[in-house]
């Protein structure tokens, strides 16, 4: 571990030299793939521990080829963008990782100091900081969507204008109708005809209309394993459901994301029956906080079952008219629309996986989720079902305070073990 | 009476209707019932509304999904009032965009017209739309004030300090509609003039190009806690622009607080357009004073502007009394009478309080004049007095040009080290000891003193070396000026004011941080003071 400690430090004090220190980021991501290949974790089941791979290849492939990527968030339609063999960088992703690499903390100073408004989302703060030290590969283009959260448009704007690229951004309406559909399709087309030319190369739509075919047949295999969900279950981790935020989003229907589905409905199907109190979480997982880290990752007494960030759209789409499917699937997703539609969501999948209680880990600045916290705790509370929000910072550590936190927690899974 | 909230809402279609409309203004002091039902870190406008529809009943409310904030309002305000409706306002600005709009407000009229049980007026409506008149740009030079939205009296407020033409960009302000066609579908034209006013954040549209239309001297940049959409502007702004920019952090309610208008009166100053309120003397002897939350201090200057004497005093209960014996004080040391005195100019928090001062013009002016004055070399001063921590930019000339202070939180302040040093049982003079030899590199993580207090309770329950936390809690104020720095950018000469000056463990780990050698005043505390006497003594404010 000093090893790792020492290249930490290494990437900490070149931050200010962004070529170097891209250099650093790409050669411990590169590492880090490797290690996890050849020592993977033997307490996580296999599809697991080859989701831990994957996502390393998937982060990686954008920034070693700056000149074929395009950055976009978690919701964007990046199916066109593997029917054209361009990589996607997941800004919310790449935070994730650069908080793992302990520099969360520069990044959003970096961005702060900037003028970036410090009760801002730490995800998009993470990630502007990058662009403000210049430790990030200038990509060809950025694509983003409206969807969900407010700094989605407001974050690609600000750095496309100060790299300097090419940017679409995807108006997505609250509501589902014929005309909010062509509204969007309409959109897609003409965000089709600048990726063409930013990348001098056609969209082919057979390409496209098989990755559709592929990402429903991966949804078919993820209602299995939801389905086994209510039975049985994993020792397994934090880090490895916000993995699954990859496969689920933005590199679903591609091959690999089916094998690692297909792999992960077997290990469920052998996994033993669950045997302690299954905790679901709505939104995100704090997968850098301590105490969370030290009650829940591979505990065989409170097991993670998963969050609705995973699930957010389950429905087939129509292979024919691909432009229509993704507009329909942007529009109809869990969390677009009024809150209710997310309750709703949640409240299936509370009914199909049975938890034992649910956790809303308050993000720092993430107004769209916290501002639900109120209904959701009267959900609950009508349903009998034990809720638990609890604020923090999936990314800035500095904001999590530990033994608030701790206290919080322990009380709540005291509180489950008695029920 | 229907309330709303958002400059996209339809109000002339409510008042077809002939119904009542009125935008919701907040003026609430707390957010007792609206923090029960959402989480207290949402934006303090949208927790205000809920609480101002709630405490007033309003029963009617339409809103637009403007951003994250109102969304939820809209949510939780369900089953709540009687009527509510939200209009799904798109971001792109073109003719499906418009089309989609112009549907949602077919589907509100609808709506109302079932919920009221009465038809919509169209020729009403047609008579309304007539007495519109789009804003007509202004030429003559003026202040803009963008950003997040203020509350209308604070826009009279801002006018009544300042000599120049106040002009309101934000979503509150004049740009609401544009001009609206009166032939075929009046209502689709008129979703088209909405949609094609002034954009705010929330829209894809180009915002910066229409400031061009305007003849500015400088704009007040307003961002509101827990809305981060404009902050993101102000950061393009400044890069953008060559206009001397001001950016305000509030959270809604609290624009009158003496720390805000503060900052407005400092910008106002800096471009020359606060209204002047006295002339001032140019014979005899100057006094400044400056009445600090820590300390009182006063300067004497002859005519030819030599410090003849100062005082410097710890501010008492009362800032009032501090301030007369500085003033007896300093009368003392020079050997002067209370007449021998032409003009006092009075600085700091408690300067509009000082009944014996001909004016008051604000810290940061006097900080810049006084530093100065002591060294025309110097281009930034960092400025961290008892309450607040601040970074002052200054031409060649020495005008200050830009400025950023701390926001709200005593993290980084004169008060932060004295909050430590009585947690870990020390004298302050303790607390300026500069650590070289540290065993451990202790970083203080807590950006908020409160919860850095206990931060450094359980380091000192881990026995850590006290030598070792002094130098963490040095290191994290360092850290805050670096940030504050950052803002303003850096530009050596550096001079160092106010009383943690004398703290040299701060300044080690300042230099430390920004790799520069920082100047400290004979006396740190009066440069306030002495800024105010000079300009007692006739330099122009």
């Known amino acids: ?419 | 009476m229907i309330g709303y909230v958002c400059k996209y809402t339809p109000v002339e279609i409510i008042k077809a209707f002939d119904e009542e409309v009125s935008r919701i203004d907040p003026e609430i002091k707390t957010y007792e019932k609206a923090e029960g039902l959402t989480h207290p870190n949402m934006c303090s406008f949208m927790k205000g509304t809920l609480e101002d529809i709630l405490q007033k009943n309003i029963d009617e409310v339409v809103l637009v999904n403007c951003c994250d904030s109102i969304r939820r309002l809209a949510e939780i305000l369900k089953n709540k009032v009687k009527f509510l409706h939200v209009i799904d306002l798109p971001r792109k600005i073109n003719e499906s965009a418009c089309n989609l709009f112009y549907a949602e407000l077919l589907e509100f009229i609808r709506a109302y017209e079932e919920y009221k049980g009465k038809k919509f007026d169209q020729d009403r409506f047609k008579n309304i739309l007539k007495e519109h008149k789009a804003k007509i740009y202004d030429s003559n030079e003026c202040i803009a004030v963008l950003g997040a939205r203020f509350r209308d009296d604070v826009i009279k407020n801002i006018g009544k300090r300042c000599n120049i033409n106040v002009i309101n960009l934000t979503c509150t302000g004049e740009h609401r509609l544009s001009n609206i066609m009166q032939r075929n579908d009046l209502i689709f034209n008129y979703a088209s003039a909405i949609m094609n006013s002034y954009p705010c954040m929330r829209m894809t549209a180009d915002r910066l190009a229409f400031l061009k239309n305007y003849n500015l001297k400088g704009i007040i940049y307003n961002t509101v806690k827990f809305c981060d959409f404009y902050s993101y502007e102000y950061a393009s702004l400044k890069n953008f622009l060559n206009v001397p920019i001001l950016k305000i952090e509030t959270d809604y309610l609290d624009f009158d607080s003496g720390q805000i208008l503060n900052r407005v009166d400092a910008f106002l100053e800096s471009v020359g357009v606060r209204k002047i309120e006295v002339q001032v003397k140019n014979r005899g002897y100057f006094m400044g004073i400056d009445s600090g939350s820590t300390s009182t201090n006063a300067v004497i200057l002859d005519q030819d502007k030599n410090i003849v004497s100062y005082s410097i005093l710890p501010t008492g209960a009362k800032a009032l009394d501090s301030a007369w014996e500085a003033y007896r004080i300093a009368l003392e040391k020079a050997n002067l009478r209370r007449e021998d005195i032409s003009c006092v100019v009075s600085t700091g928090y408690g300067r509009i309080s000082i009944p014996f001062s001909d004016k008051s013009v604000t810290e940061i002016t006097c900080h810049g004049k006084g530093a100065f004055y002591l060294d025309s070399g110097v281009r930034t001063i960092i400025d961290i007095g008892g309450q607040d921590s601040k970074v002052i930019r200054l031409d060649d000339c020495g005008n200050v040009v830009d400025f950023v202070m701390n926001d709200k939180c005593s993290a980084g302040t004169g008060r932060f080290l004295d909050v430590m040093a009585r947690v870990l049982q020390v004298p302050i003079e303790d607390m300026a000891e500069v650590v070289r030899d540290f065993k451990e590199d202790i970083t203080i993580t807590s950006m908020c003193t409160v919860f850095a207090e206990s931060e450094v309770i359980s380091l000192i329950a881990q026995n850590k070396d006290k030598r070792d936390i002094i130098r963490g809690l040095n290191r994290s104020v360092a850290s805050k000026v670096a940030s504050l720095l950052g803002r303003v950018g850096k530009r050596a000469k550096y001079m160092m004011t106010g009383g943690v000056a004398k703290n040299n463990g701060v300044v080690y780990e300042i230099e430390n941080k920004i790799q520069e050698k920082i100047i400290i005043p004979f006396e740190p505390q009066i440069v306030g003071a002495l800024g105010a006497a000079l300009i007692a003594a006739g330099e122009n404010d």
């Open chain 1, 1 to 419: 571990m000093n090893a790792v400690n020492a290249y930490l430090k290494l990437v900490r004090k070149n931050l200010d030299k962004p070529t170097i220190a891209y250099k650093f980021i790409k050669y411990g991501l590169n590492v880090a793939e490797k290690y996890v290949s050849f020592f993977p974790d033997r307490r996580l089941p296999e599809s697991l521990r080859s989701l831990t791979k994957l996502c390393f290849k998937y982060i990686r492939a954008p920034i070693d080829n700056p000149q074929n990527a395009v950055w976009v968030n978690i919701f964007a339609p990046t199916e066109f963008l593997h029917a054209m063999d361009i990589y996607p960088l997941f800004i919310e992703a790449y935070s994730s990782y650069m908080s793992g690499f302990c520099v969360e903390d520069c990044l959003i100073d970096k961005a702060e100091s900037a003028g970036i408004s410090n009760t801002l989302c730490s995800y998009h703060k993470a990630f502007i900081g990058s662009g403000e030290l210049g430790i990030l590969p200038k990509p060809k283009m950025a694509v983003t969507t409206s969807m969900v959260c407010d700094a989605n448009i407001n974050t690609f704007r600000y750095l496309a204008a100060k790299f300097d690229i090419p940017i679409y951004i995807i108006d997505i309406p609250y509501e589902y109708n014929r005309n909010t559909v062509e509204y969007v399709k309409g959109q897609l087309l003409e965000m089709i005809g600048l990726i063409e030319g930013v990348f001098n190369k056609k969209l082919d739509l057979d390409r496209l209309r098989e990755i559709i075919s592929l990402e429903n047949r991966t949804r078919k295999l993820i209602k299995e394993y939801i389905n086994n969900l209510k039975y049985k279950s994993f020792n397994t981790t934090m880090a490895t459901e916000m993995y699954m935020l990859f496969t689920s989003h933005v590199f679903m229907g591609l091959e690999e994301t089916f094998d690692f589905y297909e792999r992960l409905v077997d290990d469920i199907k052998k996994a033993p029956d669950r045997s302690g109190k299954g905790i679901f979480f709505v939104h995100l997982l704090p997968m850098f906080e301590k105490s969370f880290k030290k009650y829940l990752n591979f505990s065989s007494e409170f097991q993670i079952l998963g969050s609705d960030l995973n699930y957010d759209f389950l429905n087939e789409m129509y292979c024919p008219d691909p432009f229509e499917a993704i507009a329909e699937k942007m529009i109809l997703n869990i969390y677009n629309g009024g809150f209710e539609r997310r309750v709703k969501a949640v409240s299936n999948l509370v009914d199909e996986i049975k938890p034992d209680g649910i956790i809303q880990f308050c993000h720092w600045g993430c107004k769209q989720s916290i501002g639900g916290v109120g209904i959701y705790r009267n959900y609950f509370r009508e349903r009998g079902i034990p809720f638990l929000a609890v604020d923090g910072d999936a990314i800035d550590k500095r904001n999590n305070q530990e033994g608030q936190i701790r206290t919080r927690l322990e009380a709540f899974l005291e509180m489950l073990k008695r029920r």
